[in-house]
């Protein structure tokens, strides 16, 4: 059972370019999570899906952030437009679906934007 | 709305000795769960034990171990016998049937020789 896995793990961008993160979860779980995290903050939640469809966004979700789930499976977010204020490291984590359950978190994808 | 907070920024602890750290909730929800997570160096969050809101018995997980107070909403996790390896950021974390996690600042934890 392999974990949750996150591509890229680095990505160093200019302001202005677009970015797009890939996160694959455990297999098997429904739920799968995207937080960001600055330095020397917790994990701050961004959106969350249950299989296929975006269940809750949060408020820091601008309308420069995208999520996407396609199939189920895999899922990538996307930032158009990148700010400086942007650069922070992006979570991933997936659960299984049951109540109250566990969530298990990826390596994270650091992005910098210059 | 949901809060955590932990009010311990960094703390010192020797090898073998056992270290407690701090996390208090507020949640007008009757149902929720509270988690531990590790975060070492590297970046990955690791997940370390979890109490429902509803479970009568204090969470163990190897040397690791939550007392829960619910009446006084605090959820502290306890670490025995530190390892040179438990050096890491610690999170407490509270979330509901299912959804989102809110974190707390966390604390940050340096055993030494």
């Known amino acids: 059972d392999t974990g949750v896995s996150q591509d890229p793990r680095h990505k160093i961008t200019k302001r202005g370019q677009n970015v797009t993160f890939r996160c694959d979860p455990i297999?098997?779980?429904?739920?799968l999570y995207w937080y960001r995290q600055t330095l020397g903050q917790g994990p701050e939640f961004l959106t969350y899906?249950?299989?296929?469809?975006?269940?809750?966004k949060s408020r820091l979700l601008s309308d420069r952030f995208s999520a996407e789930r396609p199939k189920g499976s895999f899922s990538t977010l996307e930032i158009q437009r990148t700010e400086q204020g942007d650069s922070a490291m992006y979570l991933c984590?997936?659960?299984?679906?049951?109540?109250?359950?566990?969530?298990?978190f990826g390596p994270g994808t650091r992005l910098l934007v210059l | 709305a949901q809060k955590i907070t932990q009010t311990q920024p960094g703390m010192f602890v020797q090898e073998k000795e056992a270290v407690t750290l701090d996390c208090t909730y507020d949640?007008?929800?009757?149902?929720?769960?509270l988690f531990w997570y590790k975060q070492p160096s590297s970046g990955e969050m690791i997940f370390l034990i979890y109490?429902?809101?509803?479970?009568?018995q204090n969470a163990t997980e190897g040397r690791y171990s939550l007392n829960f107070q619910k009446a006084r909403k605090s959820a502290n996790l306890v670490i025995s016998a530190s390892q040179l390896g438990d050096s890491a950021m610690y999170f407490c974390?509270?979330?509901?049937?299912?959804?989102?996690?809110?974190f707390g600042a966390g604390t940050q934890v340096v055993v030494t020789p």
């Open positions: 109490q429902g809101s509803y479970d009568q």
């Open positions: 974390a509270m979330g509901r049937s299912w959804g989102k996690l809110q």
């Open positions: 297999s098997e779980h429904n739920r």
């Open positions: 949640t007008s929800d009757p149902s929720y769960g």
């Open positions: 899906f249950q299989n296929e469809a975006q269940l809750e």
């Open positions: 984590a997936s659960s299984p679906g049951e109540n109250q359950e566990t969530q298990y």
